[in-house]
């Protein structure tokens, strides 16, 4: 049996020609503060944000260095005391979204091994949700096209480091007011969600023969543009949006049992403009198939 992996648009692993893998991952997050612009705050019409994410993933290998990858995840929001005074949430599917991760270059230096990877990647609403209810809305209701370059550095003993970026180029999303401020005043109900930088970062071990990980990292998201939160108003999808979290990612693979594997996280934003402070704990499975 070879080695078996669940990928990612962000991450280096790819699958084999016509290998397949499909993850289903369960994620759960809260916050009770959240940044005001660059001040730090509380929101009693929100107390504890609480959002739950059901994220089935199915990633397959056109070729050994083309992957196909598609995603469509499930999102419900809630106040921790729905029925104290706070706000509604909401739930439904999010976004659906379809990428090409190509493996660009692969080079042995020494008994290590460089590899380059390139993802191209477009998500678009799936459904006909709010995107003007922060911060209970599914998402930004925009559609998304982004680019991402990919380095990847694995020496011989398992041990390996990953740095990525990406360009994300978003749209316009509907809402159902026809005014709106954003650094001066527009009678529309069109608003353009900023662009943004995303910026990724790990190290880690490969362990037991390839069937046991373990990797810290680092995320973070800055936008090209956009406004900040008002004092005593809700956010908007055309806030400034930055976050820098730190997580700890582990997975398994369960030899007994061919084909499946198990994986936990845990992340944390330690900084961050018009977002919430939040931690998020992640189980999930993965099964891998030949097509």
């Known amino acids: 049996m070879g080695m078996l992996y669940a990928q990612t648009p962000s991450d280096a692993i790819m699958m084999k020609q016509r290998e397949s893998c499909f993850a289903l991952v369960y994620d759960r997050g809260s916050w009770d503060h959240y940044w005001e612009g660059d001040y730090?705050?509380?929101?009693?019409?929100?107390?504890?944000?609480?959002?739950?994410?059901?994220?089935?993933?199915?990633?397959?290998?056109?070729?050994?260095?083309?992957?196909?990858?598609?995603?469509?995840?499930y999102i419900k929001t809630e106040s921790d005391e729905?029925?104290?005074?706070?706000?509604?949430?909401?739930?439904?599917?999010?976004?659906?979204?379809?990428?090409?991760?190509?493996?660009?270059?692969?080079?042995?230096?020494?008994?290590?091994?460089l590899s380059l990877l390139t993802n191209v990647g477009y998500s678009t609403p799936a459904t006909n949700y709010l995107s003007d209810y922060m911060p209970y809305s599914l998402g930004l209701?925009?559609?998304?096209?982004?680019?991402?370059?990919?380095?990847?550095?694995?020496?011989?003993?398992?041990?390996?480091?990953?740095?990525?970026?990406?360009?994300?180029?978003?749209?316009?999303?509907?809402?159902?007011?026809?005014?709106?401020?954003?650094?001066?005043?527009?009678?529309?109900?069109?608003?353009?969600?900023?662009?943004?930088?995303?910026?990724?970062?790990?190290?880690?071990?490969?362990?037991?023969?390839?069937?046991?990980?373990?990797?810290?990292?680092?995320?973070?998201?800055?936008?090209?543009?956009?406004?900040?939160?008002?004092?005593?108003?809700?956010g908007q999808p055309t806030n400034k949006i930055e976050f820098g979290q730190v997580g700890f990612f582990t997975q398994y693979y369960i030899k007994q049992i061919k084909g499946l594997g198990v994986l936990a996280y845990y992340n944390t934003v330690i900084s961050g403009r018009n977002w919430g402070q939040s931690s998020n704990l992640g189980l999930g499975l993965t099964y891998q198939f030949k097509i």
């Open 40 to 73: 730090l705050r509380t929101h009693g019409a929100v107390g504890t944000f609480r959002k739950m994410t059901v994220m089935p993933m199915l990633a397959i290998g056109l070729h050994d260095k083309l992957n196909l990858i598609v995603s469509l995840p």
């Open 82 to 113: 729905p029925n104290g005074g706070f706000l509604a949430g909401v739930s439904g599917l999010q976004d659906f979204g379809v990428s090409l991760k190509a493996k660009v270059l692969e080079k042995e230096i020494g008994t290590s091994k």
């Open 141 to 234: 209701g925009a559609n998304e096209f982004s680019v991402r370059a990919i380095g990847n550095f694995k020496m011989q003993n398992g041990l390996y480091a990953m740095v990525g970026a990406a360009h994300l180029w978003r749209g316009l999303t509907e809402i159902e007011r026809d005014y709106y401020y954003n650094n001066g005043s527009y009678y529309t109900t069109k608003m353009d969600v900023p662009n943004a930088w995303n910026f990724n970062g790990a190290v880690g071990i490969w362990l037991f023969d390839n069937s046991l990980r373990f990797e810290a990292n680092y995320v973070a998201l800055n936008s090209t543009s956009g406004d900040d939160i008002r004092k005593y108003n809700p």
